[in-house]
């Protein structure tokens, strides 16, 4: 089984791209997790962001979990 899993940084807070989709760090480490989970091998692409400080802490945070490492806990959501 492989899965295919293309990160599109340009969805981060913060980016300029205007996308306006507010995807956190933390998202982006749950997806890793669950491909990790229904795959045993899996290509990773990078596509999108423009905010070199969320782009460079996100892919590593993905990177971390994609080698092994449990995803954070997603912060709880204030209403």
């Known amino acids: 089984d492989i ?4 990160l599109g940084f340009d969805g981060l807070c913060g980016d300029p791209s ?3 989709l507010r995807y956190t760090t933390c ?3 749950h997806v890793a997790a669950f491909c990790c989970r229904h795959a045993k091998h899996i290509v990773s692409t990078l596509q999108g962001g423009y905010s070199p400080e ?3 802490e996100a ?3 993905s990177l971390m979990v994609l080698t092994g490492d449990p995803p954070r806990e997603p912060p709880l959501l204030e209403v």
Do not use: D, P, W, Y
Not at 3 to 6: A, K, R, W
């Open 27 to 29: 998202l982006f480490e």
């Open 3 to 6: 899965i295919f899993l293309s």
């Open 59 to 61: 892919l590593k945070a």
């Open 54 to 56: 969320a782009m460079s």
């Open 18 to 20: 205007e996308a306006n």
